[in-house]
């Protein structure tokens, strides 16, 4: 099984490229759902703030691969030549899926401040910010998770500051070498 991990900032276009790989029928798991379904357990909002207070606590009581453990419940009852993980944030869940699984490539999704601000309040997802003082609060949270590692040293590394249709002809080059 080839397994895709893609790492990139709140707003980079992780899901956008997380959907050209689903259009090909390979299955996507998100790593934020683990942290989402959290929140609805412990019967919090979707905000920002309870997110990464939900993150950092279940990090720091478990261990940095924790998020990655339990989407590697999921991950474990699948089948097929690929998949793809969606919303790593660090070196430590890499590692976690790269012991447990053969053939992990990642792929760092990066656009400019400006671009992932506007993009997130055109989205208006529940844990998007809406402020820009919220949006820096958020990125300075991420980047502590060791992102900025993951993105670092990624196999693949993703410019998105154009067109989607741009982006798309760039995830195909990475589907098209990872999947030969």
Sequence with gaps: MR???????????????AKFFEEKDIPIVHMGDVVRKEARRRRRRITPEN???????????????EIARRCFERIGKMKGDALVIEGIRSLEEIAFFRKKLRNVYTTAVHSSQKTRFLRLKKRGRGDDAKRWKEFE????????????????????????????????????????????
């Excluded at 397994?3 to 490229?17: F, L, W, Y």
């Excluded at 720091?60 to 691969?65: L, R, S, V």
Aim: charged content about 30%; proline content about 1%.
């Design 51 to 65: 997110l990464g207070r939900i993150s950092l606590e279940l990090r720091k009581k478990f261990g940095e691969e």
């Design 137 to 180: 609060e958020r990125d300075l949270r991420e980047l502590g998770y060791g992102m900025g590692s993951a993105i670092a040293l990624a196999d693949f590394l993703l410019i998105n500051e154009g067109t989607l249709g741009e982006l798309r002809e760039k995830v195909k080059r990475v589907y098209e070498m990872v999947m030969r």
């Design 3 to 17: 397994v895709i991990c893609i790492t990139g900032m709140p707003g980079a276009g992780k899901n956008e490229v």
